[in-house]
């Protein structure tokens, strides 16, 4: 089988046509997803209806399945591997996952076992809105002056879901035990900030306005101006893609090289429920040590 890549825009993002995911995948066309994914980074697979089952054989297609543990919560009541990012009412109470992602992130980058490609699945989306945008972290370092990059190139930053939670205003309204058992499942860590992709051997910008709160080694004070220069330069629209989600959309994006945001633009009123599986891969950063932690 020979499937269809179509970029979406200029910086990353392209659809993927021909190819039916409720049926097994030969070994060549799995090859020819994962050259298009590394290719655009993010790739849609749209018009597939994909009960959990089959999503998670294709996921187990590209690696070890997260199992979750940095963040215990929020399962499809049948299959662990599916994560739920909702509005609706779970279990009759108000979701916790309904503002999920409100600041640019890369997917667990506050662990040493980052995630390497996130499946999301779309089952319910609203008559407007609740677009995903996507950063290309490749353009984002290639732009930079060589003098920047070369700076950037030996230094580590600390990640943390503390830090995550801290600055998004969506937290204040969730359950406080589950965050405090989250943050106790993920203490701080050290990322390079330039991180080179083992499969494309192409460097990118490892850092998020949500995760990272400072570099390894200075304050946070005297890492803030550069850092939100690094913010603001990755976001720049023409390192951007926007997704327009439709229902029966299979989204598979590469959080080695790319940053997403889930805007909040749409009503609660209309329902949006997404299926997310995540794939391990190598291990990447370092928990820090003590001397960090306490700087931390
Ligand atoms: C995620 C995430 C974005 C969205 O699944 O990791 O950030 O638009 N979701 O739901
Ligand atoms: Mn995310």
């Known amino acids: 089988m020979s499937i269809k890549v179509r970029p979406l825009s200029y910086a990353l993002g392209a659809a993927v046509t021909g190819v039916d995911l409720t049926k097994p995948l030969d070994a060549a066309t799995r090859a020819e997803i994962q050259q298009a994914w590394l290719a655009h980074s993010v790739i849609v697979f749209p018009d597939q209806e994909l009960l959990p089952e089959r999503q998670i054989a294709f996921g187990k297609l590209f690696g070890e399945l ?20 909702t509005n609706r009412k779970i279990g009759g109470k108000e979701s916790q996952t309904k503002d999920t992602g409100r600041l640019w992130h890369s997917d667990h980058s506050f662990t040493t076992h980052p995630t390497t490609a996130t499946m999301l ?41 503390e830090h995550y939670t801290s600055s998004n205003p969506f937290f ?30 192409r460097k990118a ?73 995540t794939v391990l891969g190598a291990p990447c950063g370092r928990l820090l040590n003590a001397e960090e932690l306490a700087a931390a």
């Not at 949500?210 to 304050?219: I, K, L, P, R, W």
Request: charged share 25%.
């Open 66 to 85: 997260d199992d979750h543990k940095a963040v215990p919560f929020y399962r499809h009541p049948e299959h662990d591997e599916i994560y739920l990012i």
């Open 172 to 201: 204040r309204q969730r359950d406080p035990d589950q965050i405090a058992k989250m943050h106790k499942l993920s203490p701080p860590v050290a990322q390079p900030v330039v991180r080179t992709h083992p499969e494309t051997g």
């Open 205 to 277: 910008l490892y850092i998020s306005e949500g995760q990272t709160s400072h570099f390894v080694g200075m304050s946070r004070e005297e890492s803030r101006g550069l850092l939100q220069y690094l913010f603001d330069h990755s976001v720049k629209p023409e390192f951007t893609y926007r997704h327009a989600w439709s229902v029966n959309d299979l989204l598979m994006w590469d959080n080695r090289c790319t940053m997403h945001l889930a805007l909040a633009d749409y009503s609660h009123e209309h329902p949006r429920h997404m299926h997310r599986l």
């Open 121 to 161: 699945y779309c089952c319910e989306i609203p008559p407007v809105g609740g677009n995903t945008m996507f950063a290309n972290m490749y353009l984002a370092y290639e732009t930079l002056s060589p003098g920047l990059r070369k700076v950037l190139d030996k230094l580590e930053a600390v990640h943390s879901l």
